[in-house]
């Protein structure tokens, strides 16, 4: 079938000669046609054994670093499997990418339909014109038409549930595969799709308020009470503390609850997805700060009950509790940052250049640490002083403020070499190294800028990787298929409510006993009811919003279509309800005007898109530069490991067959020495026989139940031999 045909010219493991044939008209025209996609399952499947196969590469790599295998012929081999083994997984990954980029690439030329229009009238016209002048309006809609239908049948592939997902398979690949992924018409199409659909849109809304939730509840609750640990402070504020801390924690529990449904729906899928994905950067950020904000919150409460409960004055704040609060509020800040990346152009380019710069740099901090860190023990040691405590601390930040122009002139008589290392440090580093630094940067941040696009492609595939795993998740619960189990969504719900009580009835246990010592306020068990009937309605206040959020984001996923329209318009709807869906309207029509899209290829794109790169963007010529020297270097990479084989083969070879030559040797030797043996042992016998004349040797054959017989040997006096035997 053509599927099968495709997949077996995407494994053409030359990258030239893979090209050249997916340049042939034919396979071009083969590929516009919408049934050589069919199911979709061979290119999830070539992307599954990708990631299969990069499991076991992790497990083989783990037991190579366990073992001191050394430069050993085991070793050796070893090393040899694992870079195999890395090469198919690279191979497997990057003919699924090539796919997409070749489908992607498609032009008006390639419809085989337009191809013999336009044919036809030249023949009747004989016109001369050219390809792009003679395509009519009709031509254009029919191509347009024909490849929305086929970027839809591939983007069908990333919105399925179940077996389906491409684009949460494409999240877990190289990072260089997920930008040219990213680059790809087809995926941006996709992406589109994804993000002006009415679920994206209203789950980025409540996400965005939860955002915001987490912040100011963090800030003004824990982080707040931290300066209020006396029990006798009197600015301290019980009813705000109160609420939020229950806004914090029911905020921590939509957020885990989300996470939790999204990891489950990847673990169905695949279980090596889910490990990729979990440990990934951004998934890191998703997670690890609601444990970092609960881990403060539970320890602030702590320690504000115990100083409450001894009734001692004490205002010390402890080093520990500080260094969680302060640590955890950039990491929710770096959340925010993440979570908003995928709104437009300008902020993924600014927020992913970051960590773009962030590795371009990475090689360049350890060759400034080195050079602060050998000034800085200069200076301790032309410097130092009997009796001054901290001089090596401070010899380091005398080092980092002079790299930033601060210096007292006065440290520079304390010896003669100082001002010799002073000039030799401010020219080495504040001159040299910042400028070459600028310079790193300045490059790094003008690559991500061109390429600005794949810079917010790659964005969203994390984002769309989030929101098909949570619609994966709500397709099993609606068909039964997460109801049950430890981790069910009921059980999972319950954990959370049930964590969320426990931590708000300990934060009233902590503010009754903080207004116990209240000077001003003799709290009596009145008082003590209604902090605990104003903890109840709170929280059950702020519960039943929080689950009219998820209600209403299901809700948006059950019946409303990607285009914002009501799956049943005809259906019969209360009042509420009609106000509810007047509000998902309005909501989404405002926010998905504020997403940039991505798919935007014009109609001069479909006519000479078989001469884009001369007639391309900046943009596009510069991904198509990046996707180039990608695969220069995945061919140098490929010959490389490809002359390694033929060596280690030829030494193979070689060493086998010197072997051969030893044994031939050992076997010739062994020959020899044995007929030298016969040869002296039959002179040995004759020597022997003609010692003397009339001398008889005898031989007796006998046995307890056979007759016996014997024979002799000997030379008569003329020296012949003689026999008797009886």
């Keep these: 079938s053509i599927p099968n045909l495709l997949e077996e010219l995407l494994l053409i493991e030359d990258p030239e000669t893979r090209q050249r044939v997916f340049d042939m008209s034919i396979v071009k025209k083969v590929l516009f046609n919408i049934d050589s996609i069919g199911s979709g399952d061979w290119l999830i499947n070539m992307l599954d054994k990708s990631i299969s196969v990069q499991q076991t590469q992790q497990v083989l790599d783990s037991n190579l670093g366990g073992g001191d295998y050394g430069d050993t012929a085991e070793g050796r081999a070893f090393q040899l499997k694992l870079q195999m083994v890395k090469e198919e997984s690279r191979h497997l990954a990057e003919s699924a990418i090539f796919y997409l980029e070749r489908v992607s690439a498609l032009n008006i030329q390639d419809d085989l339909s337009v191809f013999h229009h336009v044919q036809m009238t030249q023949q009747v016209t004989r016109s001369s014109s050219g390809f792009a002048d003679i395509v009519s309006t009709g031509d254009l809609q029919h191509f347009k038409r024909h490849r929305d239908e086929l970027f839809d049948a591939v983007g069908a592939l990333g919105l399925g549930l179940g077996s389906k997902g491409l684009i949460r398979r494409i999240c877990v690949l190289d990072e260089d595969l997920v930008k040219r992924a990213a680059a790809t018409s087809v995926i941006r199409r996709l992406l589109d799709r994804v993000m002006f659909s009415p679920f994206a849109t209203i789950q980025a809304l409540v996400d965005g ?18 300066m209020h640990l006396s029990a006798r402070d009197l600015e301290f504020n019980p009813h705000l503390y109160l609420f939020f801390a229950t806004t914090l924690m029911l905020s921590i529990s939509y957020f885990g609850t989300k996470v939790i ?23 890191l950020l998703e997670w690890a700060p609601l444990l970092m904000v609960f881990f403060s919150a539970v320890a602030v409460d702590a320690v504000l009950r115990n100083k409450a409960n001894s009734g001692v004055d004490d205002t010390t704040i402890p080093f520990y509790l500080r260094s969680a609060v302060a640590i955890t509020t950039p990491f929710l800040w770096l959340r925010i940052l993440a979570f908003t990346k995928v709104r437009n152009k300008q902020l993924a380019t600014f927020i992913l250049c970051s960590v773009e710069i962030l590795k371009d740099i990475k090689w360049f901090l350890l060759v400034l640490f080195a050079a602060m860190a050998s000034f800085a023990q200069m200076w301790v040691t032309l410097t130092f002083e009997s009796g001054e405590a901290g001089s090596y601390l401070k010899g380091y930040i005398t080092a980092y403020t002079i790299m930033l122009g601060d210096l007292d002139s006065d440290s520079l008589q304390k010896h003669p070499l100082i001002t010799m290392i002073f000039v030799l440090y401010t020219f080495g580093v504040t001159i040299v190294l910042l400028n070459i630094l600028i310079a790193i940067v300045s490059d790094s941040y003008q690559n991500s800028y061109v390429s600005s696009k794949m810079m917010l492609g790659k964005a969203r595939i994390i984002f769309v990787s989030e929101i098909s795993s949570l619609k994966s998740y709500h397709g099993m619960w609606m068909k039964g298929g997460a109801s049950d189990g430890l981790l069910s969504r009921r059980n999972i719900n319950y954990f959370f409510v049930v964590i969320s009580m426990l931590q708000v009835w300990m934060v009233t246990k902590t503010i ?179 010692a003397g004349p009339g001398k008889s040797i005898s031989y007796d054959d006998s046995n307890d139940d056979a007759s016996s017989s014997s024979i002799s040997l000997g030379f008569n006096d003329a020296g012949v031999i003689r026999e008797a035997g009886r």
Excluded at 265 to 283: G, I, P, Q
């Design 512 to 690: 009754n006993l903080k207004l116990d010592h209240f000077p001003t306020c003799k709290i009596d068990a009145s008082s003590s009811g209604r902090i605990n009937l104003e903890a109840i309605v709170l929280f059950i206040i702020l519960a039943l919003t929080m689950a009219g959020m998820k209600m209403i984001v299901a809700y948006v996923l059950n019946e409303f279509n990607d285009t914002g329209k009501l799956l049943d318009a005809n259906k019969p709807i209360s009042t509420t309800m009609r106000v509810v869906n007047w509000f998902i309207e309005t909501m989404f029509s405002y926010l998905s005007s504020t997403f940039d899209s991505l798919f935007d290829r014009s109609d001069n794109d479909i006519l000479e898109g078989f001469n884009m790169q001369s007639s391309g963007t900046q943009e596009q010529r510069s991904e198509q530069n990046i996707q180039r020297s990608i695969e220069k270097s995945k061919k140098q990479l490929k010959h490389e490991l490809k002359g390694v084989f033929e060596q280690i083969q030829f030494s193979m070879k070689e060493q086998d067959e010197q072997n051969k030559r030893e044994l031939a040797n050992l076997e010739e030797r062994l020959t020899n020495a044995l007929a030298e043996a016969l040869v002296e042992s039959h002179q040995s016998l004759l020597e022997s026989l003609q």
């Design 209 to 226: 308020i939860n955002h915001s939730i987490l912040m100011l509840s963090f800030r003004l609750g824990p982080a707040a009470a931290l």
């Design 261 to 283: 449904h999204a990891g489950i729906a990847k673990y169905n899928m695949s279980r090596n997805l889910f490990w990729n994905d979990t440990l990934s950067f951004w998934n």
